[in-house]
C-alpha cells in the first residue's frame, strides 16, 4: 500500500480519478443520463425490497383473513386483498424477491455461460468457433418461450430450475455478444505482446481479454436481468414457474386475478405495474450503463474520454458565445 | 553463406503467404506473398537492419522468426534449434531467449495493467522470480530503462509515448533474452525521442549482449545502429551488407534509390545531388511481377529483368545482391 501513496506524489488529478472512478462513473450517470438515473434508482428499490421483505412486509405472503377477501385498497390493506384474503402488498414485496432471485441469478448464469463459450469460440476462432457457433444458432432460432416451456415441463416446476433453464439457455444466446467482443479485443497489438513474452492461452484470456470484454459483459448482464424477471413471469403465468403459494409476479396474475378482474381489478393491476415498473428500470439503467461504457465512446489517453472531450469542447462554445456576445454588446 | 557456430539466428527459405479468401465456403483464391523465399543469418552480437517500404514484408519476417504465425514456411535456426520443429509447450519455453519490441507504444500494452505488471510478467510467465525477488527485478528493470520504479502502480495512459516505449523494451528485457527483434521501435515517436531510445537500445545491446534485428524504414536511423543492413522489396531480400559497404557502394538499382531520398542535412550538399525519384507504386503482392520484382520501376530493367528472378549473388566479401545487373 505503501508504494500506492509514493505514486500518488506522481500526479494528484489522475490519482483522483483512478481512485474514484465508480464515484465519477455515477456523477455521469446522473448527469448525463436522467432516465438511467430513474431507472437505476428503480433496480436499488427492487434490491432493497427483495432483500428485506421479511421485515418490510406488514403480513406474511401466505397469512390469510378471510374476514378480508377481495378488500378494495384502504387503510388496512393499503393495496387490498385477494380472492382468499391475503394482503396485496405483502405478496407484492415477497414478489420482489423472488424477480430479484430470478433477476440475479439467471442474469449471473447468463454471463458465466456468454462469457464461456465467447471467450472460447471468439479467441480460438476456425474450427472451434464454427461448431460451437452452430450450435448457438440451433439454441437462438428456438423461439425462446417454446423452449422454456418445454424444458420446465421435463425439470418440473420450482425457483431453481427457473433461474438454471432461464440463465443457459439466454447465455447460450448472449455469447454472441461477447465473441464478438473477444475478437475485437483479441486483434490489439498486446495481446501478440503476450503472446511473444510466452503467456499460454489461458493467461492471455484470463489476464488480458476478458479484462477488456468486462464492458459488454456488465450490459449483458443488466439486459438479461430485465429479460429473466420477465421470462420467469412469463412462466408462471403460464403455470410452469414458480409453484404457488410462493407469490411471484407473473403468477399472481394468472388464475384467480384473471378470474375476478371485473370485480377486483387491484389483483391484477398491482403485480402488473411492479412487473412493468422493474424491467422498465432495469432496461433504462442497462442503456444508460450501455452508453456510458461504450468502449468507442471512452478515449484512450485523457482517461476523461469522450465525455471530458464533449465537455470541453462544450464550454469552449460556451465561452466563446459570451466572447461573442459581449464584443456585440460592446460595439452597440 | 553461414557459419553454425556463430550464428544466433538462421533463416533458410522463409515463405509467408496469407491466404485471400472469398465467398461463403471461405475458398482461398489468391495468396499476399507477404515474404517470399528469403535466407539470411544474424551472428552473435551484432544488429542487423532491416529496411524496406510499407508492405515489403519486414515486420512479417521479424515475427516469422518468433513464430507468431502458424502458416509459415522454412526453417528458422535459433542458436542450433529449429524453431519450426518444436511442439507449442517448447516453443513457449524458448520465447525466453528471444523478444520483441513493438513499433505502436500505445497499442502495445494492456490498457488495464499497470506498469509494473506489465513489466513483471514474463518473470510471472516463465517463473524466473517470486516475491521480493520479483519486486526487485521488476524495480531494476524500470532503472534499466531509466525510468523510476515508484512508476510502477501507474497504467499505460500516465506515460508519454517515450515512456512506454521504455515500458516495452523493459517488459522484452524481462526474461534477459539473447535475441530481441525491434520493430520499428522508433517510427512512433517524436524525432527527438527517437535518439534517446536508440541511443538506449545501443547501451542495453552493449551491456547485456544482446543480437538485434532492427526493423526499419528510417535508413539514417538503421545506419547508426546496425552492423549490416538487409533491403527487402516485396517479399524479397534484394541486397545484403554491411552498414558502411551499403552506403558507400549501394549495388541494386533500388537501394540506390532508397538511398537517394535519405535527406541529408546541408541544404547546398542536397541541392547538387541526384535524386533518383521512382515512379509508379509497389506491385501488388498478391500479383508481383514476373521476372525481377523491381523490374515495372528499375530505370534500368533489362529484358531478362522481365523473364528471369535474379538470385542473390556474392559480389565479395559480406556483399551479396539480387540484380542482373551485379556480376
Request: glycine fraction near 10%; charge should be positive.
Amino acid at each position: 500500500m505503501s508504494d500506492r501513496a509514493v505514486g500518488a506524489a506522481g500526479g494528484p488529478v489522475l490519482e483522483a480519478r483512478r481512485h474514484f472512478w465508480l464515484v465519477d462513473f455515477f456523477i455521469r450517470l446522473v448527469r448525463e443520463k436522467p432516465m438511467g438515473t430513474f431507472g437505476g434508482v428503480i433496480v436499488l428499490i427492487l434490491l432493497v425490497v427483495g432483500i428485506f421483505a421479511d421485515l418490510l412486509a406488514p403480513f406474511g405472503y401466505n397469512y390469510i383473513n378471510l374476514k378480508a377477501i377481495m378488500v378494495p385498497p384502504s387503510a388496512g390493506y393499503i393495496l387490498g386483498t385477494d380472492n382468499i384474503g391475503r394482503d396485496l402488498l405483502s405478496r407484492i414485496i415477497h414478489g420482489a424477491r423472488i424477480s430479484m432471485y430470478v433477476g440475479l441469478g439467471a442474469a449471473t448464469l447468463d454471463v458465466v455461460v456468454a462469457t464461456l463459450i465467447g471467450l472460447i469460440s471468439g479467441y480460438f476462432g476456425g474450427k472451434v468457433d464454427l461448431i460451437l457457433q452452430r450450435f448457438v444458432d440451433a439454441v437462438i432460432v428456438f423461439p425462446a418461450l417454446f423452449f422454456y416451456l418445454a424444458v420446465m415441463a421435463i425439470v418440473g416446476p420450482g425457483l431453481l430450475q427457473v433461474i438454471f433453464c432461464i440463465g443457459i439457455l439466454t447465455g447460450i444466446g448472449s455469447s454472441r455478444l461477447v465473441r464478438s467482443a473477444v475478437m475485437g479485443a483479441k486483434q490489439n497489438v498486446y495481446v501478440d505482446a503476450a503472446k511473444s513474452i510466452g503467456s499460454s492461452n489461458a493467461r492471455i484470456l484470463i489476464r488480458h481479454i476478458l479484462p477488456n470484454v468486462f464492458a459488454p459483459i456488465i450490459i449483458i448482464f443488466t439486459i438479461a436481468m430485465g429479460a429473466a424477471i420477465i421470462a420467469e413471469a412469463s412462466l408462471s403465468f403460464l403455470g410452469f414457474g414458480i409453484p404457488p403459494p410462493i407469490p411471484s409476479w407473473g403468477g399472481m396474475l394468472s388464475g384467480p386475478s384473471r378470474k375476478y378482474m371485473v370485480d377486483a381489478p387491484w389483483m391484477a393491476i398491482w403485480p402488473g405495474l411492479a412487473l412493468s415498473l422493474v424491467v422498465y428500470g432495469i432496461n433504462m439503467f442497462g442503456d444508460a450503463l450501455r452508453d456510458l461504457l461504450d468502449p468507442r465512446l471512452r478515449g484512450g489517453v485523457g482517461g476523461m474520454g469522450a465525455y471530458g472531450s464533449e465537455r470541453a469542447s462544450k464550454a469552449l462554445a460556451k465561452r466563446t458565445e459570451k466572447g461573442l456576445r459581449a464584443r456585440a454588446q460592446k460595439s452597440e | 553463406m553461414s557459419n553454425a557456430t556463430e550464428n544466433l539466428v538462421e533463416v533458410q527459405d522463409l515463405f509467408m503467404y496469407f491466404p485471400v479468401t472469398a465467398g461463403i465456403m471461405q475458398k482461398r483464391v489468391a495468396d499476399v506473398k507477404a515474404v517470399d523465399g528469403i535466407s539470411f543469418f544474424i551472428k552473435k552480437g551484432e544488429t542487423l537492419g532491416l529496411v524496406g517500404e510499407s508492405g515489403c514484408g519486414k515486420t512479417t519476417t521479424g515475427r516469422c522468426i518468433l513464430q507468431l504465425y502458424d502458416s509459415m514456411k522454412g526453417n528458422i535456426i535459433f542458436d542450433g534449434t529449429d524453431l519450426t520443429k518444436l511442439k507449442r509447450e517448447q516453443m513457449r519455453r524458448m520465447r525466453r531467449y528471444m523478444q520483441l519490441i513493438f513499433q505502436d507504444p500505445f497499442a502495445s500494452l494492456d490498457p488495464r495493467m499497470t506498469a509494473g505488471e506489465i513489466i513483471g510478467e514474463p518473470l510471472k510467465v516463465h517463473g524466473l522470480a517470486k516475491g521480493q525477488e520479483y519486486r526487485d527485478q521488476v524495480a531494476e528493470l524500470f532503472r534499466m530503462v531509466e525510468l523510476e520504479p515508484f512508476m510502477a502502480d501507474r497504467y499505460p495512459h500516465e506515460f508519454s509515448g517515450g515512456q512506454r516505449q521504455r515500458i516495452g523494451i523493459a517488459r522484452a528485457l524481462a526474461v534477459r533474452p539473447s535475441f530481441i527483434v525491434c520493430d520499428e521501435p522508433v517510427s512512433a515517436l517524436d524525432v527527438s525521442i527517437q535518439a534517446q531510445i536508440i541511443i538506449l537500445l545501443e547501451r542495453l545491446r552493449d551491456e547485456l549482449n544482446l543480437t538485434y534485428l532492427f526493423i526499419a524504414h528510417d535508413l539514417s536511423v538503421v545506419r547508426n545502429i546496425s552492423d549490416r543492413v538487409a533491403v527487402m522489396y516485396l517479399g524479397k531480400i534484394v541486397e545484403i551488407t554491411s552498414a558502411d559497404e551499403l552506403y558507400a557502394n549501394p549495388l541494386h538499382p533500388y537501394t540506390i534509390a532508397l538511398l537517394s531520398a535519405v535527406p541529408i542535412p546541408d541544404p547546398a550538399v542536397d541541392r547538387t545531388r541526384e535524386r533518383i525519384i521512382l515512379t509508379g507504386d509497389v506491385p501488388s503482392p498478391i500479383n508481383p511481377p514476373r521476372g525481377c520484382n523491381f523490374n515495372p520501376r528499375c530505370a534500368q530493367a533489362m529484358d531478362i529483368c522481365r523473364e528471369e528472378t535474379p538470385e542473390l549473388k556474392n559480389v565479395g566479401g559480406e556483399h551479396w545482391a539480387a540484380c542482373h545487373l551485379v556480376k
